[in-house]
């Protein structure tokens, strides 16, 4: 989200705040509307334009407390405003299921995607991001860096998923039009007409691996879903695929952003770039910046399973309750200034991956691949120049860029090599 400067001295009058509008969310204009939350109203009701109430809460504290309670604010229900009616998948996916269903499937799955084992996958991982980034950048051409980095989580976690390297290249787009089916870039017809594509074509594809792995079980998460024991019982057939689906999405929606949203910041800031090319040691807490800089999902909803006190005010059982990401890791009470891009901030205590039990699985794995890109682009990108209009995805859920025209310079050429 490309940011104008954020003073309390600009709050937005609270009769003109609108945080559902999916159109706000290409321009930036909600920090300003965060901004003012987090001073104004900690505890903020607006409607879905279907009606639904929702409340939202805005500050670290707040945002952190609600995820963290997953006995009192369940994901059962949905966690995006998009389906604030209730997700047809609740409770039946990991991300959309409490205790003890929620374990029973995170805990077995854990094991494909611990840090030690993602860690050692390191060098693997850099061959698919080398061939990714390709002569694209060494050329001097401008390319739209947004649509070469769908690539980026098949290149983390496609072995680890289970997801063969052929298939690569067309689940990304589907993801994509899962999530944003009113965006131009991702629609094949009507809202309702791309999203049944999207699901049709990843369905279709996640089932043939599911026949494939019930005949030959392999060293991948598909094959520990199909065995992991589920309160007494296997997953059955929906469930897996909807499991399938759940890792699907939850990589390809983010892991491009902080990629595009990161190489964006780098290119209006030179000298943040500079310094980690000149000291690669950088990387790991460039990339904690770049993950709280593009906070991925914007929002996490929950639904209230008891009477339950948020930010000082009581709510009734069953009601929505929004915990705004995107605004938690610009709270000033956190981050010292939070809308400075500082590649060396530490600690950064973000929550772009969430905080709780269903603190992103995934997020060690996104770490090294990140962590890989940032390195392949510190060897051989001088620094980068924005090409062309950048636009912003259509969507109140991924802060996500969907065209991002870069022109990279050359280390080589510029003699700036280490
Ligand atoms: C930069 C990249 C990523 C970001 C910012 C991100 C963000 C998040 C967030 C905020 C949550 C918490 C959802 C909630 O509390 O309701 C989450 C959960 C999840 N993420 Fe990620 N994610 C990333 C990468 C990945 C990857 C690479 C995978 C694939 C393996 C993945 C799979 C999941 C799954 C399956 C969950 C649900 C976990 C649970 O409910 O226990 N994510 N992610």
């Not at 929505?320 to 956190?334: P, Q």
Request: contains cysteine; hydrophobic residues 45%.
């Amino acid at each position: 989200m490309r940011l104008t400067a954020v003073t309390p001295a600009r709050p937005v009058p609270l009769d003109r705040i609108d945080l559902y509008d999916p159109a706000r969310y290409r321009s930036g204009e909600q920090h300003p509307a965060w901004h003012t939350l987090r001073a104004q109203a900690p505890l903020w009701a607006q409607h879905t334009p279907e009606g639904d109430r929702f409340w939202s809460v805005t500050s670290y504290a707040d945002v952190s407390r609600v995820l963290m309670d997953d006995r009192r604010f369940s994901s059962a229900h949905g966690t995006i405003l998009a389906v604030a009616r209730g997700d047809s998948a609740g409770g039946r996916t990991i991300n959309l299921m409490d205790q003890p269903h929620h374990a029973s499937v995170r805990l077995p799955s854990m094991r494909t995607m611990a840090t030690r084992l993602v860690r050692e996958r390191r060098e693997i991982v850099r061959g698919h991001v080398r061939r990714i980034l390709g002569e694209h950048l060494a050329s001097g051409e401008p390319v739209d860096f947004a649509r070469l980095m769908l690539q980026l989580p098949m290149a983390g976690v496609g072995e680890i998923i289970g997801i063969p390297v052929v298939d690569w290249p067309a689940v990304p787009r589907w993801a994509m039009a899962g999530v944003a089916p009113s965006d131009p870039e991702y629609a094949t017809g009507s809202e309702a007409d791309t999203l049944r594509n999207a699901h049709h074509e990843l369905m279709a594809l996640f089932a043939g691996l599911i026949a494939d792995r019930r005949r030959t079980r392999r060293d991948d998460l598909i094959s520990v879903l199909l065995d992991l024991d589920y309160l007494g019982r296997r997953l059955d057939e929906h469930e897996l695929l909807l499991n399938c689906y759940s890792f699907a999405m939850g990589a390809i929606t983010t892991t491009p952003q902080v990629a595009s949203h990161m190489v964006l910041a780098f290119a209006d800031r030179p000298a943040a770039y500079r310094a980690v090319r000149e000291n690669p040691a950088l990387v790991p807490d460039a990339i904690e910046e770049a993950l709280r800089w593009a906070s991925p999902t914007n929002h996490l909803m929950r639904r209230t399973l008891t009477r339950v006190q948020v930010a000082g005010q009581w709510l009734d059982e069953g009601e929505l309750v929004c915990a705004w990401v995107g605004s938690a890791n610009r709270d000033e009470k956190v981050f010292t200034d939070p809308y400075t891009f500082d590649p060396a901030r530490s600690p950064n205590p973000h929550l772009a991956f969430g905080v709780g039990a269903h603190r992103c699985i995934g997020g060690p794995a996104a770490q090294v691949v990140l962590a890989v890109l940032l390195e392949e682009l510190v060897a051989t990108c001088a620094g980068f120049e924005v090409a062309g209009e950048v636009v912003h995805l259509h969507s109140n859920f991924i802060n996500g860029i969907t065209r991002l025209p870069v022109r990279a310079r050359s280390a080589v050429r510029e003699g700036v090599t280490r």
